[in-house]
């Protein structure tokens, strides 16, 4: 083979595995860097670099070392490498993706993409409008919140996340008189990370037409445990718990990344998808910035902070703010998954196609089935007095619903090699 063919073979090597290898898993990322002699030493020197913002802190021949270490590890497997929401040793990995990933460090301006992996999620609609369908006979006004939480009570996963986060987060503790904020904001990202997202959205996203209805919907997180205080600490400081966090910073990232508004998009959404907007709003849901409907006369959402006496930060704190109350991709994602909501609803309302056949279902009413909102969150609305808490904890998934990371990442080295060898065959012509 000559010198060109050997090139050749080598960039096209290398797109191969940048191709491949896209998307990999950090934990497996950071295992295969700490495991090469060239890749080990530089992570080392990056994490010495960002520990505690200490970069900064450095002489300049230090912070040369820490923008050669960051340039060199842009080519390894960290470069690119991603986490999923509610994985299990989330926070590690999210950790690694951030060790690399900086606003800017030592001159070098890395744009804060998105931490997580994409997931594409289809609402089931035609699921809950069975399970529903028979609690909208005789009745005048069909409560969207109602159907929803019966939806969520026959399904198992659904019913039981439920119920443990409404029991972490309606108990009083004995020796406060006041409700474990901690508790029951693990238990919220445990059911909004595990729980598909076609329970979780109409549950947090029915659409209601009357006062009633809508303080039901701002009770489904219950926020007199989860967020709110007596006063609502400033933005700016909540933002800064988030971010020194980093499973909220990411989330957060997630959050600005698909959500990010757009004027030239006809959606609002310059990513131009309802569905992980919606998902990533979720994902705040237990932090220090989570955020609810406002009140139960519109349907405007924001987390419980102001940006009252923000001084020298107040710009910067009305455009944190500005993402949850001035948002027309948020708002577009919100009024669209609720106008389908309701159109699913003029559907169910005839006759729904059973699962595996043509026939249709008689619709018959069975009140006694039927748990309300009423009935399970009772206790919830008197409001309690909290303090600010820093969110602490981590939102994991059983193993047995993850994918092995090493093995993926194993078939995909493998599919590297048979690649590498036909360009061989091919170049040498035999």
Request: overall charge negative.
């Amino acid at each position: 083979m000559d010198l060109w063919g050997v090139h050749l073979l080598l960039l096209i090597t290398f797109a191969l595995l940048d191709v491949i290898l896209a998307g990999t898993d950090c934990l497996v990322a950071g295992d295969l860097c700490s495991s090469d002699e060239t890749c080990s030493p530089r992570l080392r020197t990056l994490r010495q670099c960002v520990a505690g913002n200490g970069s900064m802190k450095l002489g300049p021949g230090a912070r040369s070392q820490c923008a050669n270490a960051v340039s060199a590890l842009l080519s390894s497997p960290l470069h690119g490498c991603q986490c999923k929401r509610g994985m299990k040793k989330e926070k590690n990995c999210l950790s690694i993706y951030w060790s690399l990933h900086q606003s800017i460090i030592h001159g070098l301006n890395l744009v804060e993409s998105y931490p997580y992996e994409t997931v594409q999620r289809d609402y089931d609609y035609v699921r809950l409008a069975s399970i529903t369908a028979d609690s909208d006979v005789g009745m005048a006004t069909v409560n969207r919140c109602l159907d929803a939480a019966k939806a969520c009570n026959v399904d198992d996963l659904c019913q039981k996340l439920r119920t443990e986060y409404v029991s972490a987060c309606i108990k009083h503790t004995a020796k406060s008189g006041l409700c474990n904020r901690p508790k029951c904001n693990k238990a919220l990202r445990r059911f909004f990370d595990r729980v598909p997202a076609d329970y979780t959205h109409q549950l947090l996203f029915c659409p209601c037409t009357d006062t009633a209805c809508a303080e039901r919907r701002r009770q489904t997180i219950v926020p007199s445990c989860s967020y709110e205080s007596v006063d609502k600490p400033n933005c700016i400081t909540q933002m800064r718990i988030c971010k020194a966090d980093y499973v909220c910073r990411s989330r957060l990232a997630q959050f600005q990344y698909d959500c990010e508004p757009s004027e030239t998009s006809a959606s609002g959404c310059k990513q131009g998808n309802y569905g992980a907007c919606l998902l990533a709003y979720t994902g705040l849901i237990g932090s220090t910035i989570t955020p609810n409907y406002a009140d139960n006369s519109t349907s405007n959402v924001a987390p419980w902070c102001s940006c009252s006496a923000s001084g020298s930060t107040r710009e910067e704190c009305d455009h944190f703010l500005g993402y949850f109350t001035d948002n027309i991709c948020l708002k577009n994602a919100l009024v669209m998954f609720e106008s389908e909501t309701d159109q699913q609803s003029i559907v169910r309302q005839t006759s729904i196609p059973s699962h595996g056949s043509g026939e249709t279902w008689n619709i018959t009413s069975q009140p006694e089935t039927m748990e309300t909102m009423s009935n399970f969150l009772d206790t919830v609305i008197p409001t309690q007095i909290l303090g600010n808490e820093q969110l602490v904890g981590l939102s994991t998934l059983p193993s047995d619903s993850l994918h092995d990371s090493t093995s993926s990442h194993n078939l995909k080295l493998e599919a590297v090699f048979s690649l590498v060898l036909s360009l061989l065959h091919l170049l040498y012509g035999q």
